[in-house]
Structure formats: C-alpha cells, structure tokens
C-alpha cells in the first residue's frame, strides 16, 4: 500500500472542496472495497477524507411520503429498518443477499452504489485492463469470462458491476443526492447514475470531481411481491451470474432490474409490457442486441430461467 495522508472531515462542504482541490483524493467511510483496491495498489490515493461524521446516517421519511437513506447507513441497518423491510422489501432481501454479515456492519449505502467491479483482470495489475489503465485493453474479451457481461459491453470492457443494493435500487426507481464542490446538491436518477464502458470505461458514474453521496432518495412504496433472487456458484459470500430484483403487482404488472448481465443494474422499462406473456417473451425483450462470450453463453437462458422462478414466486 502506497503512503497518503488523511484528514476528518467536519462537514459536507469543506469534504467536497477538498476533493474537488486534490484529484487524487478519495473519500473513505467503511472502506470495505476501497481498502483492498489501496492493498493491491489498484486505488492509490494520496490523500483519504474520512467523512463517518458528517451525520449522514439516517433513515428518514420524506415529505412526499417516500424514504431518504443517508450515505453513511450500514448495510446492516438499512437491511434490518421497519419500515424498509415493510414498503421496500426488494431492497432488504437484496441487502441480506450480499456479502457476509461481517461486511454488511461495516459497508455503506453510498459505498455499496459505488463498489467497483470484482472482474479478476481488473484485480490484477499484471493483466491489461482498460478500466484500471486506459488503452491497456480488455483481458477479458479473448480471455476468461464466465463471469462477465453479456449486454451493455463495448470493445474495451465487458465487467459487470458487482452490488446486489443497486439492482433493488434501479427496480424501485431511486434518485442519488449529492453535494459538489462548490456546495450546491444534486439529484441524479439511479438509471442515469451508473454508466455504461463505451470507450471511458473508467469513467463508471456521473459524478464529477469532488462530488460525493450524500443521500439515496426512495419514491413512495408501491405495493405489490417484492422478490430478489441470486443465483451464484456458492449459496452465500459470492458475486451473482444472474440476479432479479423485482417487484410484481397482483395483476402480473411489474418491474425488473437484473444484475450480474451488465456494466450497471440492467432495467429495460419496455420489457416490462411483456411480463404477463411469461419469462421468455420478458427475457427476449430484456436480452435484446445481447452479445455473449461462449464463455458466458450460459446467462441468456439463465435469464429466462430465473425470471421464469421469480413470476412463478410471485404468483404462489
């Protein structure tokens, strides 16, 4: 691990302007994925702004009648709250779904949005990665990719983003909230948040320089069959091949967020119209313009397999 310097934060302001000031500076609060990227020297900050007390872990309603979710709320109690597990019930079962209860203490709202991709190239800094160096290449493309995109990738990567939270979030139509340099907040729609690789695969969010989480905003609660289902090559501590965060409604309406598909939590808003036609018309509608590895071939009909579960969960 490379030497930085560190400061603690004491307010939300002075964070972002200090950020914004120094462009390799990265804000640390859990440090679940930020500390093992610093080991392996992937991350090399120089500088880390510690920003676990700024206040910004808390649960509240909103005026509209929905849910703010401060940045700094563990994974734990977000997963655990009343009032989660009763009107966003996708997003505690896709909580409970990651990781192990011991990262879950620690691991963050805004932490867990922003986890980087665990694809194996981009861990290891003696394989050309265009997301950890850009212009290396792609060692996944040509190489080992089982675990790897089979839609929204591009030349230059076919990662997938790791978080089970984001694909409830991306179901249940979030918005970020964020505060930048100079202040003033922003509110990002979770669907325009994470970004596609095209050729800036490094460039994995919208946010600027400086700019950072500071709450997850959730609509009002919209009813209906809550359901998260993951499927993984181990039944716990493991990144998802495919998984369905949806919310079903009593008439066979609904929505759907995949993961473990796409460089981001994958919703096709259009597909949606399919769901009463069944799993594989949806699947078709979601998979479309897919291009898998034969590696990966397999998720296609993972897909449909699993979405085929979830409907049949949802009518029972």
């Known amino acids: 691990m490379k030497a930085f310097t ?112 665990r694809c194996a190239y981009f861990y290891d800094p003696g394989q050309p990665c265009n997301k950890r160096q850009p212009g290396s290449g792609c060692s996944a493309i040509g190489g080992f990719s089982r675990q790897h995109a089979v839609v929204g990738g591009s030349r230059s990567c076919i990662a997938t983003h790791p978080s ?70 181990r039944a716990s501590y493991a990144f998802a091949l495919v998984s369905i965060g949806a919310v079903i409604q009593p008439d066979g309406t609904g929505r759907v967020a995949l993961g473990g598909i796409a460089h981001k939590p994958w919703r096709v808003e259009a597909a949606e119209a399919e769901l009463k036609g069944g799993s594989r018309k949806t699947a078709s509608a979601i998979l479309d313009g897919a291009h898998p590895t034969e590696q990966n071939r397999f998720k296609v009909d993972l897909v449909e397999r699993t979405l085929g579960a979830v409907l049949s969960e949802a009518r029972s």
């Open 6 to 117: 560190y400061e603690r934060a004491t307010s939300v302001a002075l964070a972002a302007k200090a950020a914004h000031e120094n462009p390799r500076a990265r804000f640390i609060a859990g440090g679940t994925n930020l500390l093992d990227l610093m080991k392996l020297e992937i991350e090399t900050p120089t500088h880390l702004i510690d920003i676990n007390r700024l206040g910004l872990d808390t649960i509240e309603r909103t005026p509209e009648g929905g849910l703010r979710i401060g940045a700094l709320v563990r994974n734990t109690d977000l997963a655990a709250d009343d009032t989660v597990r009763r009107d966003y019930g996708l997003l505690s079962r896709a909580l409970l779904a990651g990781a192990s209860g011991q990262l879950r203490n620690k691991a963050t709202t805004a932490g867990n949005v922003l986890q980087r991709t």
């Open 164 to 233: 089970d939270m984001a694909v409830a979030l991306r179901a249940l139509d979030a918005t970020i909230e964020t505060v930048r340099a100079d202040g003033s907040r922003r509110f990002i729609p979770i669907a325009d948040f994470h970004r596609l690789p095209g050729d800036t695969p490094e460039i994995e969010t919208d946010l600027e320089r400086g700019e950072f989480i500071t709450a997850v905003l959730l609509p009002p609660p919209i009813g209906g069959r809550h359901i998260y289902r993951k499927v993984r090559d």
